[in-house]
Each structure stands twice: as structure tokens, then as C-alpha cells.
């Protein structure tokens, strides 16, 4: 396998809090560049520093690794198979990122929110439909927190949804509110909104 660079580790490493650094180390150990040569294994720019947990985080907007073959994955721990998925929903490629945001929709991990919701404020209908289906996941407590903590996230994640809307989906969705990822950013300000009533 061809190591990815230091810069890049470290770009990786400062997406996830610090207490499960050693794991991302481990778990950027079986990724590859997805091409040869000088290019970029991980974007410079991130999706907005949020707030986990107290900790500022920097999640990469894409990153152009390539995925390891199931077979090598048996001797990562499921927090490392968690951590690739996560790395992995960051992925240049469409058809990755669905498959790592399922996974990722398993866990109540702490740090997993801004992954799977960047996600609903892109572009591709498929992903969001995913997350749309695991709706019940999105009422757990570490997605209220993260709402709560992080308004600019989610200000910037409508603004999104309603761009890519009106671009690629509004023949297929003429009103807004009919959008499946309005739908979800709408509950969470909903979900914001009864919290500061209470």
C-alpha cells in the first residue's frame, strides 16, 4: 500500500476529537491515494469548524483516497472501521460515500453528526434518500446536541439544501418543502426550536 502524507494524516486526524486520534492513525494506515502524483489526497478547505463535545473539529469537504478492500479491514477494531467510514463519507466518489453514511447511521457516536449531515447538503438525491430512511436515528440525542451547539452548521446546511434544490431538483420536487433534505433540515430547526422552549 502507498502511505498517504503527513499532511494529509494530520488534516485527517484534526476531523476527529482528540481521544480517538490513535485510532484514526491506525485507520489511515489502510488508505491509499486514489491517484499518482502530486495532487490533493485531502481538500484544504472544511465543511465549517464545529463544536463536539466543547472540541473544534475540521472535517475535510472531500478527500480522494481509495477504499481498502474488505478483506484487509478484519484487523481494524469497530471504532477504526467506524473512523475509515467516516474518513471514507468524505469521499470524491458518490457511490462511497452512500455506502460509508449507512454505516455511519449505525452508530451513537459523539463525533458522527456533522458527517452523516454534511451529506444531506450535497447534491446527490440517493445519499440523502439514505439518510431520509434512517430518520428515526436523527431524533437520538447526540444529533439534538449537535444541532443545538452548532447553528452556523446548520444555517450554512439549509443554504445549501435550498441551492442544489432549485439547481438539480426542483422539476422533480416543485415545492421546497417536499424536498427530502429541506424535510430534515427543517426538523432539526423544529428539533432547536421546542429545545430553547423548554
Given at each position: 500500500m502507498d502511505q498517504i502524507t503527513q499532511?494529509?494524516?494530520?488534516?485527517?486526524r484534526h476531523a476527529f476529537p482528540a481521544v480517538v486520534w490513535p485510532d484514526v492513525d491506525v485507520a489511515c494506515l489502510y488508505l491509499d491515494p486514489l491517484?499518482?502524483?502530486?495532487t490533493w489526497l485531502v481538500s484544504p478547505d472544511s465543511i465549517n469548524p464545529i463544536l463536539v463535545n466543547g472540541e473544534q473539529l475540521n472535517i475535510p469537504y472531500r478527500v480522494y483516497l481509495?477504499?481498502?478492500?474488505?478483506?484487509?479491514?478484519?484487523?481494524?477494531?469497530?471504532m477504526q472501521q467506524l473512523i475509515l467510514s467516516a474518513i471514507l463519507s468524505r469521499s470524491s466518489n458518490g457511490f462511497v460515500r452512500e455506502k460509508s453514511v449507512g454505516e455511519l447511521l449505525r452508530s451513537d457516536e459523539a463525533w458522527i453528526p456533522p458527517f452523516v449531515l454534511q451529506l444531506v447538503g450535497e447534491y446527490v438525491l440517493e445519499i440523502i434518500r439514505v439518510v431520509e430512511e434512517h430518520s428515526e436515528v436523527l431524533k437520538g440525542s447526540q444529533y439534538r446536541r449537535f444541532a443545538i451547539d452548532n447553528p452556523a452548521f446548520f444555517q450554512?446546511?439549509?443554504q445549501r439544501i435550498i441551492s442544489y434544490w432549485n439547481c438539480y431538483y426542483r422539476t422533480t420536487f416543485p415545492r421546497l418543502t417536499d424536498y427530502p433534505g429541506f424535510q430534515i433540515a427543517e426538523f432539526f430547526d423544529e428539533m432547536v426550536l421546542s429545545q430553547r422552549n423548554t
Open positions: 499532511e494529509a494524516r494530520l488534516r485527517i491517484y499518482e502524483g502530486p481509495r477504499e481498502p478492500a474488505p478483506a484487509h479491514l478484519s484487523a481494524l477494531t469497530d450554512l446546511l439549509k
